[in-house]
Each structure stands twice: as structure tokens, then as C-alpha cells.
């Protein structure tokens, strides 16, 4: 049993009283992309000192690495960990695991390998994208080694130029994965 089929289900009376009352709606971020990549697609997503991403860029990058990640095994309402700061590559991976249908669980930046392996565990995690190596911890070596303490964990995915043997490149999967369309409602069954 996957984590996701664990987790709770609304009844149908709540459903309709929300989406009556105009709480809820059917749109998903994913919608929201696929809008302003649409009718904006060479304004500005996300701004950093040294680039900016358009909408169309974002929404093209995010296409991508969901196509990876369905390449390498990971399924609608699979877990993948995250541990990586305010970076560009999160928001990509963000809505990347989203459009495939997964599920992202943001890991604490501070947290290491003691903190993270009963998370991972409990989420049954079955990939983790990490920074490379920084000054005050090596990201992908911890990962390499829960991999080995986490049954459901397949995969360490790297963001940057330091991507060690038995890591998957983050930018890799980004850059050359497939352009196919993914449709988010196609990809997620909720009962």
C-alpha cells in the first residue's frame, strides 16, 4: 500500500458543500501553469541574480523532468523527497512531480541522515532530489546511504556538476527529458 492511499478521503457531502460554497474548485496549480504559460509565456516566473525564467521556460522544464521521472519508474501518487533550498530547480521539481502525479515531501534543510530516514520510511519515499555537496554537507553521499537504509527508495537525484556514481543529474533528467504532454488529472486517480 502506498502512503497516498493512506491518507484521507473527503465524503461526498463535504465535496459538494465546498465546491458549492465556492471553497473549492476543480483547478490545480498545474492548471495555473499551463494558463500563464499559455497567455504569458515569455514573462517572468521566477527571478534570480543571475537569470530569469519565463513561464513558458518553467512550464517546459517541469514538462520535462516529469517525463524523467516516469522514465525512471516513478509512479502517479509516488513519493519524492526533497531536500534543496529556494532554488530554481525547486520550483521545477515542484511542479515537475506534480504534472506526473507524484507526491513531493519537502525535507528541513538542517535536518541529516538521523532525521531523515524515519521520514523517508514513513512517506516510503522512492526518489529524493538533494543539492550537490556544499560546504557544511555532503547531501548526495547522505542520500547514497539512506538509499541502503530505505526499502522503497530507488533513486538520488542530484542537482548541479558534483553528481556522484549511483546519483542520477538533476539537470540531466530537466534538460533532456521527453516533451510529451502530461495531463495532470489524467495522471492522479483520486476515489
Not at 461526498?12 to 474548485?25: F, I, L, P, Q, S
Not at 504559460?37 to 521566477?46: G, V
Not at 502525479?101 to 519515499?125: D, F, S, V
Request: proline share 5%; charged share 25%; glycine share 6%.
Amino acid at each position: 500500500m502506498r502512503a497516498a492511499d493512506k491518507a484521507p478521503r473527503y465524503s461526498a457531502a463535504m465535496v459538494e458543500r465546498y465546491t458549492r460554497e465556492g471553497y473549492w474548485n476543480d483547478d490545480t496549480l498545474i492548471d495555473y501553469l499551463d494558463r500563464w504559460a499559455r497567455e504569458t509565456p515569455d514573462k517572468a516566473a521566477i527571478r534570480t541574480a543571475d537569470r530569469d525564467i519565463s513561464y513558458g521556460e518553467l512550464h517546459a522544464a517541469s514538462r520535462r523532468f516529469a517525463n524523467s521521472l516516469l522514465d525512471l519508474g516513478v509512479q502517479k501518487q509516488d513519493v519524492v523527497a526533497i531536500q534543496m533550498p529556494n532554488w530554481p530547480e525547486f520550483v521545477i521539481s515542484y511542479f515537475g512531480t506534480m504534472m506526473m502525479g507524484g507526491i513531493l515531501a519537502t525535507m528541513h534543510m538542517p535536518y541529516r541522515g538521523r532525521e531523515m530516514e524515519p521520514l523517508l520510511k514513513h512517506g516510503q519515499a522512492k526518489a529524493v532530489i538533494c543539492t550537490g555537496p556544499l560546504a557544511n554537507h555532503d547531501a548526495p553521499a547522505t542520500m547514497l546511504a539512506l538509499r541502503d537504509k530505505v526499502d522503497s527508495l530507488e533513486h538520488v537525484i542530484v542537482a548541479g556538476d558534483d553528481v556522484p556514481a549511483g546519483a542520477v543529474s538533476l539537470d540531466r533528467l530537466i534538460a533532456e527529458g521527453s516533451d510529451d504532454n502530461i495531463t495532470f488529472k489524467d495522471c492522479l486517480a483520486i476515489q
